[in-house]
C-alpha cells in the first residue's frame, strides 16, 4: 500500500485525508511498519503532533521507522527514550 508518495498534490491537498487513511488502516492491522523518508515527513504540525502520532500507531502495533533517523529502529524502551529526547 502507498500511504505517502510524497508528491506536492498529496502533501499540499490531501495529506490530512490520506494520515486519516493510515491511522483507520493502523487500527484494521493491514501492515506492521511505516517507513519514511523523516520522521518530519507524518506531520507539519510540529514535534508533538508526530509524536503523538507514532504513539497512537504503536498502540495498534504498528512501527514507525525513519530512513533518515536509524535510530527509530532500536528496540522497546531504548525507543521511547529517543523518540522523547527528539521530540
Not at 533518515?68 to 531504548?78: D, M
Request: glycine share 6%; net charge negative; with cysteine.
Amino acid at each position: 500500500m502507498d500511504y505517502y508518495t510524497e508528491t506536492e498534490s498529496v502533501w499540499c491537498n490531501g495529506h490530512q485525508r490520506e494520515l486519516a487513511r493510515l491511522v483507520d488502516d493502523a487500527r484494521k492491522r493491514k501492515f506492521d511498519i511505516v517507513l519514511v523518508r523523516a520522521l518530519d515527513r507524518l506531520s507539519r504540525e510540529g514535534g508533538l503532533a508526530i509524536l503523538h502520532l507514532i504513539d497512537k500507531l504503536s498502540t495498534y502495533q504498528v512501527k514507525v521507522i525513519s530512513y533518515q533517523e536509524s535510530w527509530t529502529e532500536a528496540p522497546g524502551q531504548l525507543a521511547e527514550l529517543l523518540y522523547a529526547i527528539a521530540g
